[in-house]
């Protein structure tokens, strides 16, 4: 078996205000994993040590086998892709050329987009269904639209992996089952690796294999979905009342919120 | 004779310092991912001519002291500018903004302090606060000014793809395969050099790094490899075009020319925003 992720005791964080401490596990090649928790419990933090944003404290975590301290940003770049909740682009960039930078990694410092670059991108593109917009500036998108560009970008790093943080925070319904339709055809086709963060439970219950759910900082329980979501789980990670039943579509367990 | 002696390195001036403005203004608008960013925004020309005006208070009237008191305080102002901006090897772009608004303004009140205690000798370097090209003495000093630009040029085009990455945030740039701090203490070192090299010889002069960049982008998109050249080129070419209205408009009074970049710029930047709107939006 081997492992794209591979995590022991994992700790760090911000300097001074939060830290995640003793976090393991290990995601397998073509994984769809999830990562569910309340707000600052430290689920982008998860991931922004995992892509380098913030520095490993302690643990061993190692990417396709390779130790991630040793991994310089490029390397990681051409084995991982991370989508976030949003982009801001200060300047008005072509759709195109947005999806373009994801051969960044690929380049020499002084070299070109080849021919090569630009076919993975359209590609990219195409996958994600936003070829008709390759001409629109990115700003001129709608969330749903400019997120499959984002998606499309990190496409383009042809990874083996993609981490996504919220990638569907902004966007409605339609939209978010879109994203995350994408991906499963993109786990199952290509075999890709992904490890997302959402708050939208029921999605992730459908979709993911396996479930870190983060509390504090700390790991409170890792497993299926199946097996990990119960009421007294959920109370006690998300303060709510709630049921568990199973979607009559895919047998997936579903939460039933008690707002009274 | 006229042309050889006076003209020509009065246009090398030009050529040399509209290519350093437009860069840096080009790079500082990307880098500081902020579109009100100019060559001036961190504080440079303030430091700089702080140090011409000590240089003038000394007595020391050869250009080359001046040049070189004044492209000195820039650096220092710089690097003081990002030692405070930074913590835990970490530089963030808003804090770098505030701490050279801040360094430029205490320079400024500096320079007015010195400005009215030694009125009679600060009056040979007015140029300098007016932003001319009318200093342009000896020509080593062009020359030497043409070196520093030129290597600010090439950093900045060496890193252009970087700030392309860097344009939807630093994190995304990180995920890119970008060391973004690494990127930013040189971008930020080439633009030192340009901005440095032109306060020393032409004091500030206004709007040529705000304005050009815009104009480019609107012409060649976004892309810094194509913008960063192509400022360069028109921000040289307007700055001499202007200098020529300075000299010869109110002749035999010459106006500086900061004067007319702004004058002539601003119109024609609101006609292209209005034209243009959609692609103007931040």
Same mark, same amino acid.
């Not at chain 1, 404290?57 to 051409?78: C, F, M, W, Y």
């Not at chain 2, 705000?210 to 104009?215: D, E, N, R, S």
């Given at each position: /078996? ?7 005791? !994992? ?20 994984? +769809? ?22 520095p490993?404290?302690? $643990? ?9 301290? &040793? ?8 084995? /991982? =892709? ?6 801001h682009?200060?300047f ?26 630009? /076919? ?5 593109l195409?996958?994600?269904e ?21 998606l ?52 992730? =219950? ?15 329980? *890792?497993?299926?979905?199946s ?23 895919? &047998?997936?367990?579903?939460?039933l !919120?008690?707002?009274? | ?47 700089g ?13 050869f ?29 963030p772009v808003?804090?770098? %903004? ?11 009140? *500096? ?6 205690? +030694? ?11 007016? $932003?001319?090209?009318? $200093? ?11 070196v ?10 060496? !890193? ?9 945030g ?25 901005? $440095? ?21 609107? %012409? ?21 075009? /202007? ?25 024609? +930047?609101i ?5 243009? &709107? ?5």
């Amino acid at each position: /078996m081997s492992y794209s992720i591979q995590a022991s005791n !994992l700790s760090g964080g911000y300097k001074a205000s939060f830290q995640l401490r003793d976090i393991s596990f290990n995601i397998e090649q073509g994984g +769809f994993w999830g990562v569910i928790g309340p707000n600052g419990s430290g689920k982008s933090t998860l991931l922004k040590i995992l892509s380098k944003v913030l520095p490993l404290k302690s $643990g061993n975590v190692t990417i396709n086998d390779h130790p991630l301290q &040793q991994l310089s940003l490029q390397e990681l770049a051409r084995n /991982m =892709a991370v989508v976030g909740s949003e982009a801001h682009f200060t300047f008005p960039f072509c759709v195109f050329d947005v999806v373009l930078m994801g051969r960044i990694p690929f380049l020499t410092r002084l070299g070109a987009y080849g021919s090569r670059d630009r /076919m993975i991108a359209e590609n990219a593109l195409k996958r994600t269904e936003v070829w008709e917009f390759r001409d629109r500036l990115i700003h001129q998108l709608s969330s749903g639209e400019r997120q499959r560009v984002l998606l499309a970008r990190a496409l383009a790093q042809e990874p083996k992996i993609l981490l996504l943080d919220e990638p569907t925070a902004h966007l409605d319904l339609h939209y978010e089952i879109e994203i995350f339709r994408i991906l499963k055809n993109l786990n199952a086709q290509d075999n890709l690796t992904v490890l997302a963060v959402s708050h939208n439970l029921n999605l992730m =219950a459908e979709f993911c294999s396996t479930l870190i759910v983060l509390r504090d900082g700390t790991c409170r329980a *890792l497993g299926a979905p199946s097996e990990i979501l119960a009421p007294e789980l959920l109370k006690d990670v998300f303060r709510i009342d709630c049921q568990i039943t199973r979607n009559p579509f895919s &047998q997936a367990p579903t939460i039933l !919120l008690n707002t009274q | 004779m006229v042309i050889l002696h006076i003209r020509l390195p009065r246009a090398l001036l030009g050529l040399v310092v509209g290519i350093a403005l437009a860069t840096a203004g080009s790079v500082y608008q990307g880098l500081l991912r902020n579109p009100l960013a100019d060559p001036y925004i961190l504080g440079t020309s303030s430091a700089g001519t702080f140090g011409a005006l000590v240089a003038a208070i000394l007595n020391y009237h050869f250009n080359i002291t001046v040049y070189i008191f004044s492209i000195g305080a820039a650096f220092l102002s710089m690097l003081l500018v990002y030692r405070i901006a930074s913590l835990q090897g970490r530089t963030p772009v808003q804090t770098l %903004i505030l701490a050279g608004v801040i360094s430029s303004t205490f320079f400024g009140a *500096l320079v007015l302090l010195l400005f009215t205690l +030694f009125r009679r000798e600060s009056f040979s370097i007015l140029f300098f606060l007016l $932003g001319s090209l009318s $200093g342009a003495g000896s020509n080593i000093l062009i020359v030497i000014s043409a070196v520093l630009v030129l290597i600010g040029f090439s950093i900045s085009m060496y !890193l252009a793809r970087d700030l392309d990455a860097m344009s939807s945030g630093e994190e995304d740039a990180i995920h890119l395969g970008i060391p973004v701090e690494r990127v930013k203490k040189l971008l930020f070192f080439s633009s030192s050099l340009l901005v $440095g090299a032109s306060v020393s010889l032409a004091g500030s002069i206004g709007f040529v790094g705000l304005i050009i960049p815009h104009v480019v982008r609107l %012409i060649v998109g976004p892309s810094h490899r194509k913008l960063i050249p192509a400022s360069a080129i028109g921000g040289a070419f307007f700055l001499i075009l /202007m200098d020529v209205f300075a000299r010869t408009v109110f002749s035999p009074l010459e106006v500086p020319v900061g004067v007319f970049t702004s004058l002539c710029g601003a119109p024609f +930047f609101i006609y292209l925003l209005k034209r243009k &709107q959609e692609e103007m939006t931040f």
